[in-house]
């Protein structure tokens, strides 16, 4: 039977012990009913894959001893989506999840000309990030930048392929057809309303290319996912 | 600036006028404040667009007339996608919206050995595909078959390439590399806990090709969806 899998913030490959926190204690002794002795995984985010034992399956600080450590390999290439986030929270808690379950290493959040001024709760979405990661049978946590403004991004990111899927009736390719397999790639995703004119021109002028997501109109979180597949499976 | 699209359920390209029905006609006229003498647009979900104005501006019963209507070509291929619906409803939900945005042309909720027994309240479902479909700009409703059992559909489907995304450690190509592009197309999607080998043994011995979406383990809604693009960008 399979092991479970439970995140472990921080842990240090040459760790011989570590403590759960509250909320993974919890999960693994009370929901997952694991005892003192029993084998689980950990997966600390950055890579290393732990095995371990259970020597105090206490339901707050549940600690198990590391018997073994391996490094999973670094996904190739590195994949990156800029999004403009939407009001609608929970449409973007969802792309968070899909894209993190899909393969893709960082989301930064968009702030454009028509972006809706919008709080993250951090933790709720790390939360998310955290639970699609193990789900997915991952060992590298996306990254979840800061809020970014347009012009910043576009100005600075160093991404080898760059591209930009707008609405605009321009010249367009798929994205499928352009993108390249095997380099690291950057991929804009405008907000309800679409990117401006202006922010277009921008991003053309730094040499983003412009793409399609197909031919029906989609709302910003299923673009964002689209691109993801599509990127992933170049 | 943009007209605003509306359902016509069973409009006949023939019709002079035609009166909504009470929830379209209180979103037409009290929410979006449309009065008699403006024009809006009508979708019947199976590939007529009219050209109409509002000549009774009634919040229960907006009635309009008629003025132009145009065919829009049917998609091709015709996409199916055959999924095994997990017992969270709203994860089948979104799978539904996102399918319809997508472009996929049919869903038919699988019945399987390890799916979860799960009442559909249909009308809910349909009216989730009808918005999507509306939002995305698109004119043919999407077809939402009634459960069909696994043995039934392997045994009966017609579609021209037949493919089953499983789990099992048996040799699978990425769907994206077989998937020939311009024929009508079936992929059947398992539950969580995926297909049984004896399901999946029923379908290649009816000549389903395996395929895989990826390296990473996907829920269920998320494997239908990167189906879904992969299917539709081939």
Redesign the interface.
């Known amino acids: 039977m399979e092991l479970p899998v439970f995140y472990a913030k921080g842990l240090s490959p040459e760790a011989a012990s570590y403590t759960m926190d509250e909320p993974t204690s919890k999960h693994c002794v009370q929901v997952l009913r694991r005892e003192n002795g029993q084998q689980v995984l950990l997966a600390n985010g950055i890579g290393q894959k732990f095995t371990a034992v259970i020597t105090d399956d206490n339901r707050k600080r549940c600690t198990v001893q590391i018997q073994q450590q391996e490094t999973v390999p670094a996904p190739t290439p590195q994949l990156h989506i800029a999004i403009a986030f939407t009001k609608n929270a929970s449409r973007m808690e969802?792309f968070l999840e899909?894209a993190t379950?899909?393969?893709i290493q960082s989301i930064i959040p968009l702030i454009t000309h028509r972006t809706e001024k919008e709080k993250f709760k951090t933790e709720r979405l790390e939360n998310i990030l955290v639970s699609a990661m193990l789900?997915?049978?991952?060992y590298y946590l996306p990254q979840l930048a800061a809020p970014t403004a347009f012009e910043q991004l576009v100005q600075q990111h160093q991404a080898v392929q760059r591209f930009i899927a707008h609405c605009l009736p321009d010249q367009k390719t798929?994205l499928?057809e352009v993108m390249l397999p095997g380099k690291d790639t950057l991929l804009l995703i405008g907000p309800e309303g679409d990117f401006t004119p202006e922010e277009v021109v921008a991003a053309l002028a730094k040499g983003f290319q412009p793409v399609s997501l197909?031919?029906?109109?989609?709302?910003t979180e299923?673009a964002g996912?689209?691109g993801a597949?599509?990127m992933?499976?170049s």
Chains 1, 2 share one sequence.
């Open positions: 969802w899909k379950e899909i393969g789900q997915s049978q991952q798929p499928q197909g031919n029906t109109r989609l709302r299923t996912m689209v597949v599509l992933k499976m």
